[in-house]
């Protein structure tokens, strides 16, 4: 396969092979993991109407694939001891994306990273056990990263994770 057919893995390892278009049953079998990742392969075939080994076989594309990227917890942050979330907007040195990326995936309570368009570069999600953390997070962590330029940060009040429709 050509390089440029290849696209970059999320995580900046391997590159993952060109997406494939998903089918409805694909898509019933991401909106029933979506729900509930820890279904039966049982249970996802029956809801799908096909056989065990077909379903088997389809969720090992999508992981294979990178549509599925994992099967996780949905936390509820003030519960586990991460009261305080914020977003923080981050303007950076062009073309030191890569660089930044990886610094920022090593903060403790990063829990979404994008690069964005317009006023700023970077939006970070953090989720710190209050105030004072958070205040270290950023003053001490964030801003001693060289090609970071600038940053702001927008707390978070009251938040909510929107869960599919099952």
Do not use: C
Not at 1 to 22: H, I, K, N, V, W
Not at 104 to 120: K, N, Y
């Amino acid at each position: 396969m050509a390089p440029e057919q290849m696209a970059e893995s999320p995580d900046g390892g391997t590159p993952l092979p060109p997406a494939r278009p998903l089918d409805a049953i694909d898509q019933d079998i991401l909106q029933m993991l979506q729900a509930d990742g820890r279904a039966s392969i049982r249970s996802v075939a029956e809801r799908v109407h096909v056989s065990r080994a077909n379903a088997y076989a389809r969720i090992n594309r999508l992981v294979e694939d990178g549509v599925i990227r994992g099967f996780g917890a949905r936390v509820n942050h003030e519960r586990a001891g991460h009261g305080t979330s914020a977003y923080i907007t981050l303007k950076i040195v062009q073309n030191t994306w890569r660089t930044v990326r990886e610094q920022l995936r090593q903060l403790p309570g990063a829990s979404h990273i994008a690069l964005v368009g317009g006023d700023f570069d970077v939006l970070l999600l953090v989720h710190t056990p209050d105030n004072r953390a958070l205040r270290e997070l950023v003053l001490t962590r964030l801003q001693a990263i060289p090609e970071v330029l600038s940053t702001r940060t927008l707390l978070v009040f009251e938040e909510e994770d929107l869960e599919p429709q099952g």
